[in-house]
């Protein structure tokens, strides 16, 4: 029987899971308001705004399964779905990702260590919640921040003048600043009778707030941290009763892991186990929401992914790098936006290293 997955967004992310789905004889479709959306190359493309109803009901009444590979879909478009057809992730895990608040009062209460953390909605309070959780700072908004923006640096008394107007105004949250030896991401994934599974730790480097470098396993990874970021996200999967695929990004401290923040859906950080995996997360996703058995999660060898970011360099000198796996989203090109990303993945850290140092002289 073919099945058909509904999706919500039609970027990279629905088109790589598109990718890994279509050999299962999986169909699709997605619900995207851009006549250019990357997922379009493999499956159909209703093209609407995320919440016109007439739009919504097409999409639940072509599919067994909703899901989203975009965050920011309004949670009452998917309430709106959730009587017609099975959606998963929850909705109620979409909501709370959609707010650092309630992202993590959720991880609080999942016994996930977080930062020290405060709610602020004038600039009074952000002067208050700075006293609490003490200097350095970081000033959030609560919704719709990512790749570090709408997020301020706050290092003295002085830089604290202004954040709320400068911040638009909006509801904040304001976090101590971690001193961080490095950031680290788990792809894990939950299937409807509670099973789970979790790739190895990523390490991932950024730069201008935006994901540049991912190392899988995370270079130094040893048993007693993988456990550690497994049983969190374990416990935290296992509280919201999720299914599908969750991507928890951790600070690492020491030998200890603060979580930051979650995303409800694959993730860029778990692009590597396309080649790096024998089933990469797309598919693992798929699997979840189908109620197909999880397949193996293990890394193949040391791999890595490097982010094309606002450009596609000349395909012909990465298609001359042997080992260089290339994908172009087929995005329009604009300034910080993923536009494509190389993902490699060889039998030793050296030679990974080396190869990231190849790519990443075309790919600046
Ligand atoms: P976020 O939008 O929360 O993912 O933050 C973007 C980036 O800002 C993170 O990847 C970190 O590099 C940095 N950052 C965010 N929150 C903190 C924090 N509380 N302490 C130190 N660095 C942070």
Known sequence: MSRTVGVLGGGQLGRMLGLAGVPLGIRFVFLDPGDAAPAAAVG???????????????????????????????????????????????????????DRLAEKQMLEKAGVPVVPFEHASSQLEIEDAVARVGLPAVVKTRRLGYDGRGQVLIRNRKDVTGVFARLGGRPLIVESFVRFTRELSLI???DKDGRTASYPLVENQHRDGILRLSLAPAPGLDDALQLRAETHARSLMDSLGYVGVLAVEFFQTGEDLVANEIAPRVHNSGHWTIEGADCSQFENHLRAVLGLPLGPTAARGHCATINMIGKVPPLESLAAIAGARLHVYGK?????????????????????DRLVETVRRVVV
């Open 44 to 98: 159909r493309h209703i093209r609407s705004a995320y919440d016109d109803h007439v739009a919504l009901d097409d999409l639940a009444a072509a599919s067994n399964v909703v899901t989203y590979e975009f965050e920011n879909v309004p949670a009452s478009s998917v309430r709106h779905i959730a009587p017609r057809v099975e959606v998963n992730p929850p909705v109620e895990i979409l909501e709370i990702a959609q």
């Open 188 to 190: 894990a994934v939950r």
């Open 332 to 352: 329009s090109l604009r300034p910080k936006r993923k536009v494509g990303h190389v993902s490699v993945c060889v039998p030793d850290a050296i030679l990974r």
